[in-house]
T-cell receptor, first 119, second 114 residues
Framework: DAGVIQSPRHEVTEMGQEVTLRCKPI?????LFWYRQTMMRGLELLIY????????DSGMPEDRFSAKMPNASFSTLKIQPSEPRDSAVYFC?????????????????FGPGTRLTVL | AQSVSQHNHHVILSEAASLELGCNYS??????LFWYVQYPGQHLQLLLK??????LVKGIKGFEAEFIKSKFSFNLRKPSVQWSDTAEYFC????????????FGKGTKLSVKP
């Protein structure tokens, strides 16, 4: 398995531009997570999906951020318009969540991340 | 609300020193516990995990962690660190019913001096 795939790996854009980050989870996983990591705030959960349905988006900073998961193999995180304070590394992770209370599948597998720089 | 506390923000050790990183969580029910490692410039990778059974869990690269339910702790240990262990370490908990969401601690940076 190729693992979680993210694109692009690096993105440099100017303030006000739209940015779209992409993620392909591991095949068979039914949960997908978007995180943001900065020096100041550490690792933050932005949103996560189960079976393509958004479960918790309370970590999304503001309306400029939106995420979609149109199918089990693809998700996007969009920032429109982007601002310099959005500069960070954005990670996507996937896992398999089962109904069993003790599931060996809850570990999350992280993608390589997208380093976003907004000038 | 569930939370994970990592007590040390930055730990500096010399090679061959022993390591213990603290992790405490707040949740009274059944939990799954994880330690992830992030090497400089890389993504998070699973170091070890606890689901049930033996509370002493062995992971990769000589790391181990002990789950002490009465103390709500899951401390990470390694008897002798190497320069290559320089990284940031994250403790995480998945509480029952949380639909797979992991609550991460703020991380501990480990710097190992050669």
């Amino acid at each position: 398995d190729a693992g979680v795939i993210q694109s692009p790996r690096h993105e440099v854009t100017e303030m006000g531009q739209e940015v779209t980050l992409r993620c392909k989870p591991i095949s068979g996983h039914n949960s997908l997570f978007w995180y943001r990591q900065t020096m100041m705030r550490g690792l933050e959960l932005l949103i996560y999906f189960n079976n393509n349905v958004p479960i918790d988006d309370s970590g999304m900073p503001e309306d400029r951020f939106s995420a979609k998961m149109p199918n089990a193999s693809f998700s996007t995180l969009k920032i429109q318009p982007s601002e310099p304070r959005d500069s960070a590394v954005y990670f996507c992770a996937s896992s398999f969540w089962g109904l069993s209370r003790v599931s060996p599948h809850n570990e999350q597998f992280f993608g390589p991340g997208t380093r976003l720089t907004v000038l | 609300a569930q939370s994970v506390s990592q007590h040390n923000h930055h730990v500096i050790l010399s090679e061959a020193a022993s390591l213990e990183l603290g992790c405490n969580y707040s949740y009274g029910g059944t939990v799954n516990l994880f330690w992830y490692v992030q090497y400089p410039g890389q993504h998070l990778q699973l170091l070890l995990k606890y689901f049930s059974g033996d509370p002493l869990v062995k992971g990769i690269k000589g790391f181990e962690a002990e789950f002490i339910k009465s103390k709500f702790s899951f401390n990470l240990r390694k008897p002798s660190v190497q320069w290559s262990d320089t990284a940031e370490y994250f403790c995480a908990v998945n509480a029952g019913g949380s639909q797979g969401n992991l609550i991460f601690g703020k991380g501990t940076k480990l710097s190992v001096k050669p």
